[in-house]
């Protein structure tokens, strides 16, 4: 699926691609789209479908992911699962009533987590050979400084959309690489954030984060310690590709696990449990994270995800629970950088308050964003308040002005809201435009009928998303208004019937 007759590969990898209609002429018969739309309605095509891989830009993973679920298709998507805690919620509850009703699989391509010695690890701690957690040290540096200083890579440091924080961070390492380590040590310790401290180094040329320092207060009392970094010497993608480094350290109330090395040389480290007692250590010799080597059937993501596609026992090293709580994580990380404070992660399957967020102050990076309106228009403002639960909360703007009317017939319409991104920022706004006259009703009034002067609503957004770390603006006619009302769902859902 491409949508474009000349795909373009990332700007670091220096390469051409072959156009749509070279991979037609090299696969005779194989079909190719240009969207997601175009290929679910093919219904010969999908019939002979069993999986899809998601590898696209990370905005579009949960649209993409929750389509072909409701198709009935397993799902192997690359990480992260999201860049947004909401979609990465709706998205984990979609793959539990698919793996519960229709056996479906969902996987994130973290492809350490598939590795035989993230299970054994898992395993280990599962056991109880670690005893009670007590804090996990999580190390991960690599040779990519090329890749996060270089703004000509966007898709790996610019933030857009809903990655976009207001002092204009939010992309880079974390989401780039952090994932990967993140992955790991929530797979193998069920970790679930419940706040986040953090400070990153950002690039001056790039603006993406280039070292992540966090720590993470985690269920349970558990405290996790991620440092992390592109600035370890050398070219993972050069001649010759320098491995990345792994220190990872899991300390329970029995001893500790330890697994690190260089993910180039698997003889360059092990797992080992140590314990109080003195009883021998448990050694798993070798070090094996990330399976990137040409000599082999591929990543054992991969691989496990054919045995699911085939109907085959498969293992699951990053289901959507791994996919959720690695977002919650990293979103929090990137909130914590920019307000300067703790901040607490987002809602999960079994989380759903999260701690208010800070209203930018009047010195925000989001004022230098937004242009002047254009002649014959005007800018409108809204800060919203701090709520401890945003993802429960939405805002709905209308658009109308004041006008005189019989006080019985209704008036509508005559305008339209468009949301948009200001471009080279990611911040979204919102612009209304008329279109045509006012609309009305035709009810028959009395002789005298008295007038009346009522905002006539032209035009409405219905609810959209609550967030009150950066502002609602609208550009509209200077004739217009705008008006809002807030939206809050019930605190408990209610269990439906079966019809």
């Keep these: 699926m491409e949508p474009f007759e000349a795909p373009r590969a990332a700007a670091f990898?220096?390469?051409?691609?072959?156009?749509?209609?070279?991979?037609?002429?090299?696969?005779?018969?194989?079909?190719?789209?240009?969207?997601?739309?175009?290929?679910?309605a093919d219904e010969e095509a999908m019939g002979k479908i069993d999986g899809v891989i998601i590898a696209t830009a990370h905005a579009f993973h949960a649209v993409l992911g929750m389509k072909f679920l409701a198709a009935g298709k397993h799902v192997l998507m690359e990480k992260p699962m999201t860049v947004d805690v909401l979609e990465a919620c709706t998205l984990a509850a979609a793959a539990d009533r698919a793996l519960r009703e229709q056996k479906l699989a969902f996987m994130v391509n973290n492809t350490a987590n598939f590795r035989a010695q993230s299970f054994e690890a898992r395993r280990l701690v599962e056991a109880g050979e670690v005893g009670e957690l007590h804090h996990v040290l999580a190390v991960m540096y690599s040779p990519l400084m090329f890749l996060f200083d270089d703004p000509a890579n966007d898709g790996w440091v610019k933030a857009t959309g809903k990655m976009l924080q207001p002092d204009g961070s939010g992309n880079g390492f974390g989401y780039g690489q952090l994932s990967h380590l993140l992955g790991w040590v929530v797979q193998v310790g069920a970790l679930e954030a419940e706040e986040v401290t953090a400070m990153t180094h950002r690039s001056e040329r790039s603006g993406a984060d280039l070292m992540d320092a966090a720590l993470i207060r985690c269920k349970g009392g558990v405290a996790l310690t991620i440092s992390g970094g592109c600035g370890w010497p050398g070219n993972e993608h050069g001649k010759e590709a320098t491995g990345k480094h792994f220190d990872i350290k899991l300390f329970g109330s029995k001893g500790v696990l330890m697994y690190?090395?260089?993910?180039?040389?698997?003889?360059?480290?092990?797992l080992e449990l140590r314990k109080h007692d003195g009883s021998p250590p448990y050694v798993s010799e070798g070090f094996l994270m990330e399976n990137t080597g040409d000599n082999s059937d591929g990543p054992e993501s991969l691989l496990?995800?054919?045995?699911?596609?085939?109907g085959l026992p498969y293992q699951n090293g990053a289901d959507q629970n791994v996919g959720l709580q690695v977002v919650r994580m990293l979103d929090a990380m990137y909130r914590s950088a920019a307000s300067k404070r703790t901040e607490a992660a987002g809602p999960s399957a079994s989380a759903s308050v999260v701690a208010p967020p800070r209203r930018p102050d009047d010195g925000s990076h989001w004022q230098k964003a937004y242009p002047a309106a254009a002649e014959g228009m005007k800018r409108v403002v809204i800060h919203l308040d701090a709520q401890a639960d945003e993802y429960s909360w939405k805002i709905e703007l209308t658009v109308g002005k004041e006008m005189e009317t019989d006080g019985v017939n209704h008036r509508f319409g005559g305008a339209k809201i468009?949301?948009?991104?200001?471009?080279?920022?990611?911040?979204?706004?919102?612009?209304?435009?008329?279109?045509?006259?006012?609309?009305?009703?035709?009810?028959?009034?009395?002789?005298?009928?008295?007038?009346?002067?009522?905002?006539?609503?032209?035009?409405?957004?219905?609810?959209?998303?609550?967030?009150?770390r950066l502002p609602v603006v609208v550009y509209l006619h200077v004739d217009l208004e705008v008006q809002y009302r807030l939206w809050k769902a019930e605190p408990e859902s209610r269990q439906a019937e079966t019809g």
């Design 418 to 468: 468009d949301e948009k991104t200001v471009e080279g920022w990611g911040y979204g706004y919102f612009e209304a435009t008329t279109h045509g006259g006012v609309a009305t009703t035709r009810i028959g009034i009395r002789p005298g009928q008295p007038k009346v002067t009522r905002f006539v609503t032209m035009a409405s957004t219905g609810p959209v998303r609550y967030n009150s």
């Design 260 to 270: 690190g090395g260089d993910d180039k040389n698997p003889a360059s480290g092990r």
């Design 304 to 310: 496990e995800f054919i045995k699911a596609c085939r």
């Design 13 to 40: 990898l220096k390469l051409t691609l072959e156009t749509k209609t070279q991979l037609r002429e090299r696969y005779k018969g194989v079909p190719i789209f240009s969207s997601c739309e175009e290929m679910l």
